[in-house]
């Protein structure tokens, strides 16, 4: 949710005129995108804050806004960080390139958020508009672009600040998202991601018809150009769940991933987090979910350390992700958020050390887990959407771990052999299938495509050797090696050619 909002934004800035640069250094003005899910996080931004009002006593001009629902969380509070010019609420974006002009005409601090967060919007066609205008491709993975379907959520889990800072829960119509994604498809978008906190209770009426998640995906698959549709995040509920996942099972386009955060396995757990569903309901939907789709990849979120878990409520949890079987689990430690109705009710009574001890032990489980169906693909051949050439970053994290996966145990790196081979036939790619595993391999001699790990380049444009680059292009990787985060492959077929 936030890199989409972080793109319009960027797109609106660019058609305002402005560049962008690497550094804060180089700037006129930063922006912080920020989240509030926890605590961490908006540690992080306080301290960036506090780092720029160095730089600010030496350049005066510059201005500094923070953006997106740590702004929307804390308001006008935000200003007693002496470098913040601009507080804006993820509601308001569409205000921002005004609200840096006036900053840097008038100098004087602005604040853009919902006093009333929880009603419903009179910005909402602002909004609506500013999205459609500026839902743009990726900026970083070139071929692909976010749309939303919905905003907000109204499901109140209880540790969760969502809702509270990103209001109620709408879904956009159906229409506006059409045109948009058509017209990142005539860009030369093939992979579009629709999002929502909530993405399967997507539900618009227009007259006589309800349109629901499995409609829109029936809509886009008719849409040229698009070719991979995914979409995030699932909730549990049955409501619409059935029709999902028929959709999923005969449209082609509809990549076969399923994220659907479970959060506990305990049903006490469940209960206090206010999730609305138990534990068998929860494996009855993926039961579901693998007959009509077999082949299914899923993946899960858990909270750990939530108020009150005890060692069973927690091997109960282990049991869950054993039976899921998830590709990949986001594993977090419970983090009280101001305002939420566990931090006003419950005391975060579970020390640190414990959820650090819980956090390690369900990453080894779920290691296990991915590491295994990792190795399911050795010797098979799959389609990838090439995301560009491996960051540094993409082998680290086989390293130290992914969004919750724990270090394998022997630290393997990157594999020398692959490493040399490489210099032979051409940089490290990266690319995702269409179940979401991310996948390493040789792209083509440098002489046909990108020469170095800093090129970025465009779908479309020439690699820096004149060749076609990859990024954003289907192509055929023959898997390896594996990794419980990554498949390791070489190109077979590169479909630009
Ligand atoms: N809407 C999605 C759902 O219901 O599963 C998730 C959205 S939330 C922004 C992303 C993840 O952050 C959640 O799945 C949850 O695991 C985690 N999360 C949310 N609030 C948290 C908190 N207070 N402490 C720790 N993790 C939290
Ligand atoms: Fe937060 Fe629950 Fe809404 Fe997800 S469904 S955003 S966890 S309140």
């Not at 609506?128 to 672009?145: C, H, K, L, M, N």
């Not at 059935?242 to 396995?265: D, F, T, W």
């Not at 750990?304 to 409520?313: H, K, M, Q, R, Y």
């Not at 990838?384 to 390293?399: A, F, M, Q, R, T």
């Amino acid at each position: 949710m936030n890199k989409l909002d972080s793109a319009i934004v960027e797109s609106s800035l660019r058609d305002a005129g402005y560049q962008f640069v690497d550094n804060a250094k180089d700037a006129d003005v930063v922006l912080f995108n920020t989240c509030s899910v926890r605590d961490h996080a908006e540690q992080r931004v306080m301290s960036h804050l506090g780092h720029l009002k160095h730089i600010k006593e030496s350049k005066p001009d510059l201005v500094v806004g923070v953006i997106g629902c740590m702004a929307q969380r804390l308001g006008s509070e935000l200003f007693k960080q002496s470098a913040v010019d601009i507080v804006c609420g993820p509601a308001q974006i569409a205000e921002i390139p005004r609200l840096i002009d006036e900053a840097i005409k008038e100098k004087k601090k602005a604040v853009a958020v919902t006093e009333k967060i929880r009603q419903l919007s009179p910005d909402g066609q602002a909004l609506e508009r500013f999205e459609t205008e500026y839902g743009v491709e990726d900026s970083e993975i070139p071929g692909q672009a976010y749309v939303r379907a919905m905003h907000g959520c109204d499901k109140f889990c209880s540790y969760c600040v969502v809702p509270y800072v990103r209001g109620p829960e709408t879904s956009r119509p159906p229409e506006a998202i059409i045109e948009q994604t058509r017209r990142l498809a005539q860009n030369g978008v093939k992979q579009v991601t629709l999002l929502g906190q909530r993405i399967n209770a997507y539900e618009y009426k227009a007259g006589d018809k309800t349109y629901c998640l499995a409609d829109l995906l029936n809509m886009i698959s008719e849409i040229d150009g698009i070719e991979w549709i995914k979409f995030v995040t699932s909730y549990p509920s049955a409501k619409y769940f059935n029709q999902i996942m028929e959709a999923m099972s005969k449209l082609p386009k509809v990549c076969r991933y399923l994220h659907i955060p479970a959060q506990s396995g305990s049903d006490n757990i469940l209960k206090a987090m206010n999730r609305g569903y138990t534990c068998a309901e929860y494996l009855k939907l993926l039961d579901m979910a693998r007959q009509i789709v077999p082949d299914i990849a899923v993946a899960g979120d858990f909270i750990v350390g939530f108020p009150g878990e005890t060692d069973n409520d927690f091997a109960q949890t282990v049991d869950l992700i054993k039976k899921a079987r998830y590709k990949n689990s986001f594993i977090f430690k419970y983090s009280p958020r101001p305002g939420t109705i566990a931090d006003k009710r419950l005391e975060d009574n579970i020390p640190q050390e414990i959820k650090n001890k819980r956090n390690c032990e369900l990453l080894n489980v779920q290691e296990e887990i991915s590491g295994e169906l990792a190795r399911d693909f050795s010797g098979k051949t799959v389609t990838v959407l090439v995301e560009g050439p491996s960051k540094k970053s993409h082998l680290d994290k086989d390293i130290v771990g992914r969004a919750g996966l724990a270090p394998p145990k022997q630290s393997g790196g990157v594999n020398p052999t692959l490493q040399s081979s490489a210099a032979k036939s051409g940089i490290q790619l990266v690319g995702r299938t269409a179940t979401d595993w991310i996948v390493v391999f040789n792209g083509p001699p440098a002489s046909a495509g990108e020469t170095s790990p800093a090129s970025t380049c465009r779908l479309g444009e020439a690699g820096p050797n004149g060749g076609p680059s990859l990024a954003g292009q289907f192509a055929t990787v023959k898997i390896n090696r594996t990794s419980p985060l990554t498949l390791f492959g070489e190109l077979v077929e590169n479909h630009t050619a």
